[in-house]
DNA sequence: TATATAATTAAGTCATCGCTAAATCAGAGG
DNA sequence: CCTCTGATTTAGCGATGACTTAATTATATA
């Protein structure tokens, strides 16, 4: 799972609002529509950018579709910006990583 | 510090990039030209949004700029993103919060 | 102070994106 | 089968954003 593309979806505010929405319970998407404050249809297509990303997915039940966060997704979000976090402490205590990768390579035309 | 800023200046492919490379050890703009394959201005711009919104900061060396990635941000976003999992988990494990958000509230017109 | 170099800013272009309104699709139930 | 309802798709508009080139700023050093 990518992490670059899950973030790319829930970078635009309304869907990280939705998302955030998401992980307290489900919703359903007219249920979103009242709470957002704007049209189911926006809700859909941003369901779908979120869908299609692979950060929720959606149950059946009667007329509603009640949409839910995948685990994998989070699992892979959490797990990146862990590793990212750990990266950090690592450049921040080596010195030796601590200089500018440029290097003179070019030819001044 | 703000989880929806930050991943909002992340989520753009080529910053996200950019973030990644700061991770492994500092680069100044022209470096960062280099290796990514588009113009020092354009890098410039991308880090003004990275600057910005938190996420790097620079140092000056001499004629050179060296950015490298802030510790305080990287913390946010791995916390966040840990909270985020453990919501996920509640949420699947509590039968309760199974339920759609929807309730008949609206008028008919 | 003058100059060379790194970085930023400005201007302009092209593509992408989020939204609404309207039309369409899909399924449950009379 | 017909209808009602929830959800999705389509078309179009306005705004945002990423990129380039060119101009500008800032600074280290001769």
């Not at 992980?23 to 049209?39: A, E, P, Q």
């Not at 189911?40 to 009640?66: F, P």
């Amino acid at each position: 799972m990518k992490t670059a593309i899950l973030i790319k979806a829930l970078c635009e505010p309304m869907r990280y609002s939705i998302f955030q929405q998401l992980l307290v319970r489900k919703h359903c998407v007219r249920s979103l529509s009242k709470k957002m404050g704007i049209t189911e249809s926006a809700i859909s297509q941003h369901m779908k950018v979120l869908r299609e990303a692979g950060l929720v997915y959606g149950e059946k039940y009667g007329y509603h579709t009640h949409y839910l966060p995948c685990q994998e997704a989070v699992d892979c979000l959490a797990e990146s910006f862990e590793q990212m976090r750990q990266q950090s402490l690592s450049l921040n205590r080596d010195p030796k990583l601590c200089e500018c990768a440029f290097r003179e390579g070019e030819e001044s035309k």
